[in-house]
């Protein structure tokens, strides 16, 4: 292991993610100068009026270019993309995934934590993954230090169920991670 230390607010996030179901991704990445992993991209799922005193105590510091927005004239808070406004049509799983891939560089490494929606056996299930995001065309050096550096980021996060390793959008489609859970 490196010894990069994680920011607190990443843990933070993950726990809105796994126990509030504020956020279906978080995107993690280094920060400017490679000696901590931050919090980047996040897709938060509760609108304002459904935010409890827990919830915003782990939104808090969000703002409007971390967050994705499927549609501009949905409500966005910060840098959140809200979605759950009960008079407009919630988007569908694929849409959210495709807005995560979106927001994954083509020439950068990430990691990230997508709390993905499955069919299995007939029966919905929701999984944990986290994603090492490191393409083809990203720099041997940020390649070597996103290996060496994502095992501390993972101990931090209890409740991961799948870990995935990707180098190319093949690898991380909706229907390989699928397919990768199936298997579990």
């Given amino acids: ?52 005193a827990e919830d ?13 927005n499927l549609d501009k004239e949905k409500h966005t808070e910060g840098n959140e993309t809200n979605t759950s406004n009960s008079d407009e049509e ?5 849409e959210m995934y ?6 994954l560089p083509e020439t950068e490494c990430r990691y990230a934590v997508y709390d993905i929606q499955f069919q299995k056996k007939e029966v919905l299930s929701n999984k944990i993954v986290f994603i090492t995001w490191s393409p083809d065309n990203a720099k041997i ?4 230090i996103y290996a ?9 996060l209890n ?14 489609s909706f229907a390989s991670i699928e397919e990768k859970l199936q298997r579990v």
């Fill in 148 to 156: 060496s550096s994502k095992n501390v980021l993972i101990s931090s």
């Fill in 1 to 52: 292991s490196s010894g990069i230390p994680t920011n607190d607010q990443c843990l933070k996030k993950f726990t809105g993610l796994k126990t509030r179901h504020l956020y279906k991704y978080v995107i993690f990445q280094m920060n400017e100068q490679n000696n901590e992993i931050i919090v980047g991209h996040r897709y938060r799922l509760k609108k304002s009026t459904e935010l409890t």
């Fill in 56 to 68: 915003l105590e782990i939104i808090e510091g969000d703002d409007e270019t971390n967050t994705s």
């Fill in 90 to 94: 919630k988007p569908t799983e694929e």
């Fill in 159 to 172: 409740g991961v169920h799948q870990i995935i390793q990707a180098t190319d959008m093949d690898e991380v």
């Fill in 141 to 144: 050096k940020a390649k070597m």
């Fill in 98 to 103: 495709e807005d995560f891939l979106a927001h």
